[in-house]
T-cell receptor
Framework: GAVVSQHPSRVICKSGTSVKIECRSLDFQATTMFWYRQFPKQSLMLMATSNEGSKATYEQGVEKDKFLINHASLTLSTLTVTSAHPEDSSFYIC????????????FGDGTRLSIL | AQSVAQPEDQVNVAEGNPLTVKCTYS??????LFWYVQYPNRGLQFLLKYITGDNLVKGSYGFEAEFNKSQTSFHLKKPSALVSDSALYFC???????????FGSGTRLQVQP
């Protein structure tokens, strides 16, 4: 149980394109999901907390107009990288957990974004 | 602010030998501690967690971790390493006031046949 599906797994596109990444909790409901970014050979950095039915909470230094987050249902959160540029190229990973402080977060398989 | 330190970028161990991957943490309240493993181009897989109770926590794939409050450590261990254990391991902490995880920098485990 507690499977998180992330799609697409890889995106290659031209500079200026907007890219949407989906994160779904397949067998549980998640009022909160998290979006992380991982640079090569580095750790995961929290970008934002996605809250179902309300605005996302962004970490300091993350541009909310660049990284749009929508959490329209209890099983789906989307991250849209708007007008992507080469510096946005990275590995993006989402996570979700069953509601309770002691439950682990379960991660999607990540999306490798490459902007040419 | 909460933080996690993984002092070793890489750990090398021979197959069949015991392994330890180190982690120390800092939180303001009671810590919720986690270990995750990441294979290339994949997300993170949950290995084990410490919330409360016994200091020795057993997890997936034969891994275990020991919580030491006085040393603020949560080292990952396995009695006998497998080549297939070679991967990137992350320690993470969450305090009671925040649901998001704070990750350590990761430790690459290389198990040699």
């Amino acid at each position: 149980g507690a499977v998180v599906s992330q799609h697409p797994s890889r995106v290659i596109c031209k500079s200026g394109t907007s890219v949407k990444i989906e994160c779904r909790s397949l067998d549980f409901q998640a009022t909160t999901m998290f979006w992380y970014r991982q640079f090569p050979k580095q750790s995961l950095m929290l970008m934002a907390t996605s809250n179902e039915g309300s605005k996302a909470t962004y970490e300091q230094g993350v541009e909310k107009d660049k990284f749009l987050i929508n959490h329209a249902s209890l099983t789906l959160s989307t991250l849209t990288v708007t007008s992507a540029h080469p510096e946005d190229s990275s590995f993006y990973i989402c996570s979700a957990s069953i509601e309770a402080n002691n439950q682990p977060q379960h991660f999607g398989d990540g999306t490798r974004l490459s902007i040419l | 602010a909460q933080s996690v330190a993984q002092p070793e970028d890489q750990v090398n161990v021979a197959e069949g030998n015991p392994l330890t991957v180190k982690c120390t943490y800092s939180v303001s309240g009671n810590p919720y501690l986690f270990w995750y493993v990441q294979y290339p181009n994949r997300g993170l897989q949950f290995l084990l967690k410490y919330i409360t109770g016994d200091n020795l926590v057993k997890g997936s794939y034969g891994f275990e971790a020991e919580f030491n409050k006085s040393q603020t450590s949560f080292h990952l261990k396995k009695p006998s390493a497998l080549v297939s254990d070679s991967a990137l391991y992350f320690c993470a902490v969450r305090d009671t006031g925040r649901r998001a995880l704070t990750f350590g920098s990761g430790t690459r485990l290389q198990v040699q046949p």
